[in-house]
Each structure stands twice: as C-alpha cells, then as structure tokens.
C-alpha cells in the first residue's frame, strides 16, 4: 500500500512551458485535492474532486487545469508557467467528502524561471 | 468565509519543556478541526483530530480540545522532545458558505524548533 505517490519530485521550467504534476493513491479515496504551499501562506486548495468525472475549484484555481478519470489519479496541469506558479504542490486524498482525515503525497517543489 | 488563526512562530524551546501552540476559527458551521505535522522534506500528516464540541484529540503526547465557546483548538504537549521540531498546521473542515462540499481550510503554519 503506497498511500499517495507524487511525480515528480522537483522540476524547473521556464516561463511559458507547460507540464503536468501527477498524482496517484491506491486507497480507493474518492475525495482527492491539490493544495499549494508558499512561505507565511500555509496551503491553499488549488482544485479538489470528490469523484472519477468529477471537479471543482478551490481557492485559487486560476492557471492550473485537472481531471479526474479514473478513481486513482488526479493531474494537475500548468498550461502556461509563470514565476507565480514556483512553490511546493501536495496532492491528498480522503475517504470522504473532505471532512475526514486528508492523507497527503511527498509533494513536488516546482520552480519557475 | 472560514478562517483558521494559528500563533506566528517560530518557536523554540529546550527538550522537556512544555509546548503550546494556539488556533482560532472562524466557520459558518459545525466545522471539524485538525492538528497536521509536517516534517522537513515531507508531506503533512495528521497528528490529531476532533469532531464537535468539548472532544479531545489526542495522538504522540500531544492534545487539543475543540473550545465552541472560544472558537479554538490549542495544542498542547507536556514535554517536547527534539523529534517533535516541525511545522504544525491547525485546519478545519466544513461546508463553508453554503456549499455542498467540505473544504480543508489551513492556518499558515507554526515551526516549532526543539533544541537538546
């Protein structure tokens, strides 16, 4: 049981290039979510689903795009990179609606350039 | 909106001394409440919950109490030890607004450093 797996671990891009962060867990959760953490700002919920063809977003949803088409796994894509973008993303993932206990990924330390 | 307010850190202490760190809330609900921990270079995990009002979370020699009447959820340890260097995240879940789903709110954080 690896619980919630994240890939990759760290990546630099430059300004403008795109690339996805995924995002896995074999607990069968149907409630997963994906958080950005920056310095004095604690985590912030990017986008979240609470079921395979099923999203909704979070509190700053602006530039990243997700899907979730399978129970296990929930991308997180940046179409278009901006220095903005450059900070640590969690994915996590729960049994139920988001009020029970969240179980989160290594995370991915991502740098804008 | 929700809000969770957690104590500016950061924290230090000496091993054995005794450990309190306080959170507030503000919810338009019957949130739960949450302490996560989050070791260097890793993810959070939980350290301890609670549900409603009055019930203690416990977990490792650490506890809170969900205080309704004060908004707040302090955490406490009676004697640290150097492990226990971390950051710690106080977050409550709730509807929030109206909404039909339970969203996981955090507070920004508070490093506590404990030295030998």
């Known amino acids: 049981n690896a619980g919630v797996t994240q890939t990759p671990k760290f990546q630099v891009l430059k300004t403008g290039q795109s690339m996805t962060l995924q995002c896995a867990q074999d607990m069968n959760h149907e409630y997963m979510s994906w958080y950005r953490q920056d310095p004095g700002m604690g985590l912030r919920l990017i986008h979240y689903s609470v079921g395979a063809g099923i999203t909704d977003q979070g509190e700053v949803p602006n530039g990243y795009n997700v899907s979730r088409s399978t129970t296990e796994d929930f991308p997180l894509r940046l179409l278009s990179a901006a220095p903005s973008q450059t900070s640590v993303y969690f994915c996590?993932?729960?049994?139920?609606?988001?009020?029970?206990?969240?179980?989160f990924g290594p995370g991915t330390r991502l740098l804008v350039l | 909106g929700n809000s969770v307010t957690q104590m500016e850190g950061p924290v230090t202490l000496s091993e054995e001394a005794f450990l309190t760190i306080n959170c507030t809330y503000t919810a338009t609900g019957y949130p739960s409440l949450f302490w996560y921990v989050q070791y260097p270079g890793e993810g959070l995990q939980l350290l301890l919950k609670a549900t409603k009002a009055d019930d203690k979370g416990s977990n490792k020699g650490f506890e809170a109490t969900y205080r309704k009447e004060t908004t707040s959820f302090h955490l406490e340890k009676g004697s640290v030890q150097v492990s226990d260097s971390a950051v710690y995240f106080c977050?409550?879940?709730?509807?929030?607004?109206?909404?039909?789903?339970?969203?996981?709110?955090f507070g920004k954080g508070t490093l506590l450093t404990v030295n030998p």
């Open positions: 996590a993932s729960s049994t139920g609606s988001g009020r029970e206990t969240q179980y």
């Open positions: 977050a409550l879940s709730d509807l929030g607004g109206g909404g039909s789903n339970y969203k996981l709110t």
